[in-house]
């Protein structure tokens, strides 16, 4: 399983982008890359997931560039409620299953 | 839409004692997981089950025990809870798509 390395934690004010970088050097081929958002006294909630280049939901998009042993999750113009734990996976998409490995992740706060 | 469900919201069990953690999904996912989370740190997966009728540990697996013999069932064993289980308990169910669908946890207090 790749390992992977985030900011601990960040500071934003409501009304900007944040970019969330996460490092994943071993990053095996069949791999994808899995972003989640975590609130308060809540179980993670799945934000985006991709493979390579750049691919775009309703909340984030997510940028990898070419080497793919990094990624980059964009959220634009936070607000409070933006304010939670993101995750950072890497793993094969699992035909049954597989052994789904957490980070510490990255705490953002969104300031007013 | 219920998804994870997940039993009991909250419990205090005394060291010593056994408690079995529901888990149940309700989208035919193949693969369920169970995690833990203490304050302020992220989710640590204590065993997983890739099918019914299989189950792998996973990064902390030692004082907990699970079973899967169905599609929508996963509980959760502690045989002799000690302090150091106090958590919070996070079931999960995954599809082929990979992406992970979570309960809303068990806060579960060993004194």
């Known amino acids: 399983l790749a390992k992977t390395t985030q900011p601990i934690s960040m500071d934003s004010y409501e009304g900007q982008e944040v970019n969330i970088t996460c490092s994943h050097n071993?990053?095996?081929?069949?791999?994808?890359i899995t972003w989640y958002q975590q609130f308060p006294s809540q179980g993670p909630r799945f934000i985006i997931q991709?493979?390579?280049t750049k691919v775009t939901n309703e909340v984030a998009s997510l940028f990898i560039p070419a080497d793919r042993k990094s990624s980059t999750l964009s959220l634009p113009r936070v607000s409070l409620s933006d304010t939670a734990v993101y995750y950072c996976?890497?793993?094969?998409?699992?035909?049954?299953?597989?052994?789904?490995?957490f980070g510490a992740g990255t705490r953002l706060f969104v300031k007013a | 839409i219920a998804g994870i469900t997940q039993a009991p919201t909250s419990q205090i069990l005394a060291a010593g004692r056994r408690m079995t953690l529901r888990c149940t999904q309700d989208m035919r996912h193949n693969a369920m997981y169970w995690y833990r989370q203490d304050l302020g740190l992220g989710l640590r997966l204590i065993h997983y089950?890739?099918?019914?009728?299989?189950?792998g540990k996973g990064e902390v697996p030692d004082g907990y025990s699970v079973s899967r013999a169905n599609t929508d069932d996963f509980p959760l064993t502690l045989a002799s809870a000690v302090p150091s289980q106090t958590s919070v308990y996070f079931c999960?169910?995954?599809?082929?798509?990979?992406?992970?669908?979570f309960g809303e946890g068990s806060r579960l207090t060993v004194l």
């Open positions: 991709g493979y390579k």
């Open positions: 999960a169910s995954s599809g082929l798509a990979g992406e992970l669908f």
């Open positions: 089950s890739n099918t019914a009728g299989t189950t």
């Open positions: 071993n990053i095996a081929t069949n791999d994808y």
């Open positions: 996976l890497v793993g094969a998409i699992p035909r049954g299953g597989f052994k789904t490995i």
